[in-house]
């Protein structure tokens, strides 16, 4: 996810995996991490955004960055992230990189692992999304924050750390969102550019929401993220992905994760940091 938000837990499911550390990697920024090859259903470049102002603004004291991907349009002219019959609905897939600082070190990596405050990277980043896309009143809050599930393992000799997660949140469609192209353009900052997606992918029309789901509507974000400090190069990193658990208008509660967890957690496995 990227630039806005509002609940960690509303249906998004944070399917994270560790970023490897490579030999290569120096302390250069923002360049970090490396996306494997995205399959054919997303987008096939990440977008990047600094995201130390974003974080700033929703009460975050970090530094870092933001690399992310959704699902591309299919069989329409807005992205899948935004059609409540699809399996990407409200899907994200990226990698936040929080960097060291003079006065701190591992940031949000304590000795006994992934500290509370790693959750408000998500949370922040959530509503500052919702607030691109009109919500009046946006909400993202990680359910049970502070007893989070979690499994500590090891990614190229460091410690690391799977969490399970669930953010309360909104959709992102709803009455007040954009209606042209430049009005969302400034989220996809591309370091490399995608010829096939561009800011018109981000404008959903009404009719393609509104029979199923409210305006902003409060969801659930269902998932797991991966978190690492590599001391090498300063970096604390978190991958995360996602899906939705939400009541559509015409039936039973729908779960989009497991329809969709092969495949993010696939791209997880495969990131690799580097500069």
Request: charged letters at 20%.
């Amino acid at each position: 996810m990227t630039s806005r938000g509002s609940t960690l837990v509303a249906g998004l499911v944070l399917a994270g995996a560790v970023l490897a550390c490579d030999g290569d990697e120096s302390t250069e920024q923002p360049r970090s991490p490396l996306f494997p090859v995205i399959p054919d259903a997303w987008v096939n470049r990440e977008t990047y955004n600094i995201m130390t102002g974003i974080w700033a603004g929703h009460g975050v004291d970090a530094a870092g960055t933001n690399h992310w991907t959704i699902a591309r349009p299919q069989r329409r002219t807005f992205a899948e992230r935004f059609a409540p019959e699809s399996r990407y609905f409200q899907a994200w897939f990226g990698a936040y990189t929080v960097f060291d600082t003079a006065k701190e070190r591992s940031w949000g990596i304590g000795p006994a692992g992934p500290e509370l405050r790693l959750i408000g990277l998500f949370a922040a980043d959530q509503r500052s999304w919702l607030q691109v896309y009109g919500d009046p009143v946006p909400l993202a809050e990680v359910r049970d924050a502070a007893n989070l599930p979690m499994e500590e393992t090891t990614r190229l000799g460091h410690p690391a750390w799977r969490v399970s997660a669930e953010m309360i949140t909104h959709l992102d469609v709803g009455d007040y969102n954009p209606t042209r192209p430049e009005d969302v353009a400034f989220v996809l900052a591309y370091e490399y550019d995608d010829v096939e997606f561009d800011a018109s992918g981000l404008v959903v029309p009404r009719a393609a929401w509104a029979a199923e789901v409210a305006s902003y509507q409060q969801v659930t974000l269902v998932g797991e993220l991966w978190a690492w400090y590599c001391p090498v190069v300063g970096k604390t990193h978190v991958i995360y992905g996602n899906g939705v658990r939400f009541d559509p208008r015409s039936g039973e509660s729908r779960e989009t994760y497991p329809l969709i967890r092969d495949e993010v957690r696939a791209l997880a496995a495969g990131i690799r940091c580097h500069r």
